[in-house]
C-alpha cells in the first residue's frame, strides 16, 4: 500500500514539474493543479496510512497514538481542496483575459518562429 501510495505521488510530481515547463499557460496551470494534487496526498499520507481506526480519542485515559488517526492532516487536505479549486478557476479566468487581450496562449506572450 505504501509503495503504490508513493508512486502515485511520484508520478503526479513529476507529471506537474514536467507540465510547468511547458510554454502555453494551460499546460502550466494543469501542472500546478497536479502539483497541488501531490502535495495533498502527501500530507494525507503524514497523517498516518490506517485502515479501521478511530479518528478521535474516545477514551481520554488511553494515550497509544497507534490507535487513532491523526485528524489535522485530514483537516489541512480538505482546506487545501478548496482553496486550489477557487485558485484554479482564478488562473482559468485570467488565461482566458490573457489570450483575449494579446492574442497567444504561450508564456512569454509570443508564437515560436
Sequence with gaps: ???LFAL??????????????????FQVIIGLALLSYAVN???????RLVVDKAP???DPAATDPALYADPVP????????VIG???TALLLV?????????GTDHVDGREPP
Aim: zero cysteines; hydrophobic letters at 65%; proline letters at 2%.
Design 94 to 102: 485570467v488565461l482566458l483575459a490573457a489570450r483575449g487581450l494579446t
Design 1 to 3: 500500500m505504501e509503495i
Design 56 to 58: 478521535i480519542l474516545a
Design 8 to 25: 502515485a505521488i511520484g508520478v503526479l510530481s513529476g507529471s506537474g514539474v514536467w507540465l510547468v515547463l511547458r510554454p502555453r499557460t
Design 41 to 47: 496526498l502527501f500530507i494525507f499520507g503524514m497523517g
Design 85 to 87: 479549486f477557487a485558485t
Design 74 to 81: 485530514q483537516a489541512l487536505v480538505l482546506t487545501a481542496i
